[in-house]
Structures are given as structure tokens and as C-alpha cells.
């Protein structure tokens, strides 16, 4: 026993030597180090009942955790510990006469404490880590939720908010969602944003900064690797984070609608158009009804929908037979057919810049426009071989 406190400062040396950052005898580590092995020793002895301070070592794992350390090297400074005092320990014994035998029943009786001690330690930096998740989960939720008040809190406020989060409240931000059934998957793989858990059919996200370099590049990488679709707000100052949320929701219903198609990361800034229409989906609808029209009049369903691919691939490409050929996958003759019919049925509409401003409209918002070209259809019997 009288070795004890030479024992303990045997295994501080070793791990001061094999441990980093452990080199003050005045630091919070040490002091910790040094209560947990007096304690581990006076057990390993078992000379007294057990401590009065059960929790020690679950008290020392969390103490880790605070302190921002890994456990990898916690269980480090006990394995590290545990060899050093056990040579100490068959040292003295052998000094003092022990029998073999007898320091080998101490041996197997120490290493097993060991063991004990540091699952314990293992427990408290476990349990201390999931106490900050769920706190840092609460200060997340709180700072979204002063960002979308209406009226929103002064910056100061703001900042210390975005402080206990450990974010810099950038001048700009962009919200974003995702269904909510895809929250828990998304969130393993974007650690680096402010995502918040899924609530009735949605989940939300906090992108700060976001037009930083390769910012939206890890967004869109996250919900890539996760199989997650995104909806990506415009990128806006703070105080209007509201609007770049609503503009987050509507996007994201345009895509669960099929309205548009996008990557794993849409963004508002990209559908615009839609996002335009989508606001006023009557009067959007009645433009469409309206403009298009004469394509009731076609019989098939398949040869309208050729009839709307070809008309819109000719609105960006006026004239163009090869280009809209190249584009609908079809033989330039057969786009000379369509347009033919085209004309027929829309007549001066098509050289009228107003008119063909509301066609591409409507083609946006009617159905039509979505459909597969079969390219044969409605091709002349001379030309199907060709198409």
C-alpha cells in the first residue's frame, strides 16, 4: 500500500509519454486522470469496500465528452494505465516477497477491473454524448425558429442563438425540405447543416452561406448519397428566410407532383417559371386550356402529345428542323410533317411573338408536353421506316 502513490505517478509518465495533450499536472485532464487511477488501484487492491463515488469513472467518460476528446483515447490512457501499473504492482511484489502465484491471482483480478472500470467510463461518454445531441437538437430547433418569426428578433439575438449552435450567421441563407420519410437518412449524411426532424410531411433544413464555393455541390451531394430529393429555397438575407422557405415548399410540391424533374437537389432558382405558374394554377390552367386548344381536335392521345413535344422543341428552336429532330430523336422529316400539321391547326399564332410567348406557357403547365414521343404514330405511311 505504501506504493500506491508511486504506482499512480508511474502511470501518468507512461501516459504523458504515449498520451498527447496530457502534460500539466495543473490540467483538468490530469486531475481526473490521477482521481480515476487512485480509485482504480484502491479497487484493484480491494483493501477497502467499494468507493463512495460509484459513478467515477461513468463521471470521468462524460467529463471526456465535455472536454471535446475522443473516447478512443480515453480507453488509450486505461490500457496504457494498466500495463504500467502492473508492471509497478510485480515489481513491488516481487520486492516484498509475494509468491507468484499469488501476483498472477492479482494480475487476472486487476485487468478485469480494468475492464469494469472503462466500459464504465465508456457508458458516461456515451450518455454525454447523447445528452448534447439532444441539446444541440433543442438550440438548432430554437434558432430556425427565431429565423422564421415574424417579426424575426434583432441580430443580436440572432447571433447568440447561431453562437450556442457553433454557426456564423452569414448575411445570407437558403432554406430547404425534404419528404419527411426521408429525414433520418438524409441527416447521417449532412452533418454539416442545420437539419431539423420531420414534422407532419416534411423535414427542414438550414443551409448558411450558401452561395460559398462547392456549397450547394454538398448539399447536393449529401441527398445524392442518402437517395434523398431535395427542394432548395432561393438564397436570401436573413430577415427574408421566410420566403426562401415558402419558396422551398412549393418547389418541393411541384416535384412530388411530377410537375417537374430535377437531380437529388432542385433549386427555386432553376424552375422559376413553374414556381410562377404554380401560384396562380387556375388562371395558369385557363391559359393552357385556352392556347391549346386546337390540339383537342387531333384524335390519339399519343399523336397530341407528338404534336406538343414538337411545337415546344420548335419554340426554342424556330425553324431549326435538324436541331428539334436531334432533340425529339426523330427523322428531320418527320418534324417537317408535324409542323406541317402545326401550322394547320395553329395557324398565325406561331409567327406571332405574344401568342408564342403563351404557347410556351401553357405547353408548361399542360401534361401534354410530359409524354414520350413515340416518332411514329403520327409519321406518313411513306416515312415510318425513317422515323
Given at each position: 500500500?505504501?506504493?500506491?502513490?508511486?504506482?499512480?505517478?508511474?502511470?501518468?509518465?507512461?501516459?504523458?509519454?504515449?498520451?498527447?495533450?496530457?502534460?500539466?499536472?495543473?490540467?483538468?485532464?490530469?486531475?481526473?486522470?490521477?482521481?480515476?487511477?487512485?480509485?482504480?488501484?484502491?479497487?484493484?487492491?480491494?483493501?477497502?469496500?467499494?468507493?463512495?463515488?460509484?459513478?467515477?469513472?461513468?463521471?470521468?467518460?462524460?467529463?471526456?465528452?465535455?472536454?471535446?476528446?475522443?473516447?478512443?483515447?480515453?480507453?488509450?490512457?486505461?490500457?496504457?494505465?494498466?500495463?504500467?501499473?502492473?508492471?509497478?504492482?510485480?515489481?513491488?511484489?516481487?520486492?516484498?516477497?509475494?509468491?507468484?502465484?499469488?501476483?498472477?491471482?492479482?494480475?487476472?483480478?486487476?485487468?478485469?477491473?480494468?475492464?469494469?472500470?472503462?466500459?464504465?467510463?465508456?457508458?458516461?461518454?456515451?450518455?454525454?454524448?447523447?445528452?448534447?445531441?439532444?441539446?444541440?437538437?433543442?438550440?438548432?430547433?430554437?434558432?430556425?425558429?427565431?429565423?422564421?418569426?415574424?417579426?424575426?428578433?434583432?441580430?443580436?439575438?440572432?447571433?447568440?442563438?447561431?453562437?450556442?449552435v457553433g454557426i456564423e450567421l452569414s448575411g445570407m441563407l437558403a432554406f430547404f425540405v425534404g419528404p419527411s420519410e426521408q429525414h433520418d437518412v438524409f441527416a447521417r449524411s449532412a452533418r454539416e447543416h442545420v437539419?431539423?426532424?420531420?414534422?407532419?410531411?416534411?423535414?427542414?433544413?438550414?443551409?448558411?452561406?450558401?452561395?460559398?464555393?462547392?456549397?450547394?455541390?454538398?448539399?447536393?451531394?449529401?441527398?445524392?448519397?442518402?437517395?434523398?430529393?431535395?427542394?432548395?429555397?432561393?438564397?436570401?438575407?436573413?430577415?427574408?428566410?421566410?420566403?426562401?422557405?415558402?419558396?422551398?415548399?412549393?418547389?418541393?410540391?411541384?416535384?412530388?407532383?411530377?410537375?417537374?424533374?430535377?437531380?437529388?437537389?432542385?433549386?427555386?432558382?432553376?424552375?422559376?417559371?413553374?414556381?410562377?405558374?404554380?401560384?396562380?394554377?387556375?388562371?395558369?390552367?385557363?391559359?393552357?386550356?385556352?392556347?391549346?386548344?386546337?390540339?383537342?381536335?387531333?384524335?390519339?392521345?399519343?399523336?397530341?402529345?407528338?404534336?406538343?413535344?414538337?411545337?415546344?422543341?420548335?419554340?426554342?428552336?424556330?425553324?431549326?428542323?435538324?436541331?428539334?429532330?436531334?432533340?425529339?430523336?426523330?427523322?428531320?422529316?418527320?418534324?417537317?410533317?408535324?409542323?406541317?400539321?402545326?401550322?394547320?391547326?395553329?395557324?398565325?399564332?406561331?409567327?406571332?411573338?405574344?401568342?408564342?410567348?403563351?404557347?410556351?406557357?401553357?405547353?408548361?403547365?399542360?401534361?401534354?408536353?410530359?409524354?414520350?414521343?413515340?416518332?411514329?404514330?403520327?409519321?406518313?405511311?411513306?416515312?415510318?421506316?425513317?422515323?
Amino acid at each position: 500500500m505504501p506504493a500506491v502513490p508511486a504506482i499512480v505517478e508511474a502511470a501518468i509518465t507512461a501516459i504523458r509519454s504515449q498520451g498527447p495533450d496530457v502534460r500539466s499536472s495543473k490540467s483538468a485532464l490530469e486531475r481526473n486522470l490521477r482521481h480515476g487511477l487512485t480509485d482504480a488501484v484502491d479497487r484493484w487492491f480491494d483493501t477497502e469496500p467499494p468507493s463512495s463515488e460509484p459513478d467515477l469513472h461513468f463521471a470521468l467518460g462524460r467529463a471526456q465528452a465535455r472536454a471535446g476528446r475522443s473516447l478512443d483515447e480515453l480507453m488509450s490512457f486505461y490500457r496504457i494505465a494498466a500495463r504500467t501499473m502492473w508492471r509497478r504492482l510485480a515489481e513491488v511484489g516481487a520486492a516484498s516477497g509475494v509468491e507468484p502465484k499469488d501476483l498472477y491471482r492479482l494480475a487476472e483480478t486487476g485487468f478485469g477491473c480494468v475492464d469494469e472500470l472503462s466500459t464504465q467510463a465508456a457508458a458516461g461518454f456515451a450518455d454525454e454524448q447523447s445528452y448534447r445531441s439532444g441539446a444541440s437538437h433543442s438550440r438548432r430547433s430554437e434558432l430556425v425558429r427565431l429565423l422564421l418569426k415574424d417579426p424575426q428578433p434583432d441580430g443580436e439575438i440572432l447571433e447568440t442563438a447561431a453562437e450556442a449552435v457553433g454557426i456564423e450567421l452569414s448575411g445570407m441563407l437558403a432554406f430547404f425540405v425534404g419528404p419527411s420519410e426521408q429525414h433520418d437518412v438524409f441527416a447521417r449524411s449532412a452533418r454539416e447543416h442545420v437539419v431539423l426532424g420531420p414534422r407532419e410531411s416534411e423535414f427542414v433544413g438550414a443551409m448558411f452561406d450558401p452561395d460559398g464555393p462547392g456549397r450547394r455541390r454538398q448539399l447536393e451531394k449529401a441527398a445524392g448519397h442518402a437517395g434523398v430529393q431535395l427542394a432548395l429555397g432561393p438564397s436570401l438575407p436573413v430577415p427574408d428566410a421566410r420566403r426562401s422557405l415558402g419558396r422551398a415548399r412549393e418547389l418541393l410540391a411541384l416535384l412530388q407532383a411530377g410537375l417537374i424533374e430535377s437531380g437529388p437537389l432542385a433549386h427555386a432558382d432553376d424552375h422559376d417559371v413553374a414556381l410562377l405558374l404554380s401560384a396562380e394554377p387556375h388562371l395558369a390552367f385557363q391559359i393552357a386550356r385556352r392556347r391549346l386548344a386546337p390540339l383537342d381536335a387531333v384524335r390519339g392521345d399519343a399523336t397530341r402529345a407528338n404534336l406538343a413535344l414538337t411545337l415546344r422543341a420548335w419554340l426554342r428552336s424556330p425553324g431549326q428542323r435538324k436541331t428539334i429532330a436531334h432533340t425529339l430523336e426523330v427523322h428531320p422529316q418527320t418534324v417537317r410533317y408535324r409542323m406541317t400539321r402545326l401550322r394547320e391547326l395553329f395557324g398565325d399564332a406561331l409567327d406571332d411573338p405574344d401568342q408564342r410567348f403563351e404557347l410556351e406557357l401553357a405547353l408548361r403547365v399542360q401534361p401534354y408536353g410530359r409524354l414520350s414521343a413515340t416518332g411514329e404514330e403520327d409519321a406518313p405511311l411513306t416515312d415510318r421506316r425513317s422515323a
